[in-house]
């Protein structure tokens, strides 16, 4: 009989949890975020990370901790006990063309900002730190490795768990940045849909360029296995998070999986059994929430029946 390390009898028993890059307004003081509530208040087991982004930031003068419409939306998401919100940060001032750019004053001022949401009553339990390197140029390793002590050392940030997420939004040179143990890295960010059927101002998939991983396209589990796995390597899976968004119509050839409830609690399962330690699945990108089989809702009933299944609760 094979013995289990301790790191993979953890993998084998740690849940899955659901991140949210919750992108949308929060309008009618915060209704707009309704699905969301929903979603953690009939799966109380299931841990929601959940991604607060008022303007690719903490938001300027009025946005943010001094708009009312985030406060009521962020407070009613914070005081539900399977929450963890965190705040958005990002590294690259071109767009991601080029990483770890932002000048240090700059993105740890918006991490400051974000530690005020603590004291004004908002547990932002961490950050979210998008446009990460997926490669070791233009120091990044030095970059994240301060980014990183920064956020979880120093003494005058009041954020609860000191939680870390990297987004790369894909596969690369990652082994450094797992390195820095940090809570998650997205390691797989990607578009389910075919480009013929993308619709880039509804599901972020943008048909112009066509070249995305479509997610799963070779038959439940492939994306994980035939291109997350052989660039992270499977030891990695609990720290590691998969991102699907335009998750509708068809991912063409060869599985030709049509979007349908039974579809998507397979590929939810499939996570879950490859021990992932976050995941998403979306109809619409990363602003709308009760679109189609693939909404908030469903997502979150069904990663929680996978996590019961596979016993991790």
Known sequence: MRLLTTSALLAATTATELLIPLYQFPANNGQAWAPIEQAMTENLKLTHKIIINPNNGPGGPGQGIEDP???????ALASHSNAQLLGYV?????GGTTRCNVPWEQITADIRTWSTWVSKGINIQGIFIDEAPANTANSCVQYMQNLTNFIRNDKSLL???????????????????YDMNPTLIVSLETCFVTPEKARVAFDQCNPEFPNWERYDHDGY????????FPNIGELNAPRS?????????????????????ETLRNMI???VQRNIGAT???????????????????VARLLNAANNKAGKF
């Open 69 to 75: 419409q985030y406060v009521a939306g962020s407070s």
């Open 159 to 177: 954020f609860p768990q000191r939680l870390v997420i990297f987004n790369p939004g894909g596969t690369g040179t990652l082994q450094p940045y």
């Open 280 to 298: 998403f699945f979306n109809a619409a990108g990363y602003h709308e929430f009760s679109d189609g089989p693939a909404n908030i809702v469903a």
């Open 241 to 261: 998070a998969v991102l699907v968004h335009g998750v509708h119509d068809t991912n063409g050839p060869s599985a030709n999986l049509m979007v349908a409830e």
């Open 90 to 94: 990002h590294t690259s001032t071109d």
């Open 269 to 271: 399962n499939t996570v």
């Open 221 to 228: 589990g492939s994306s994980i296995d035939k291109v997350l």
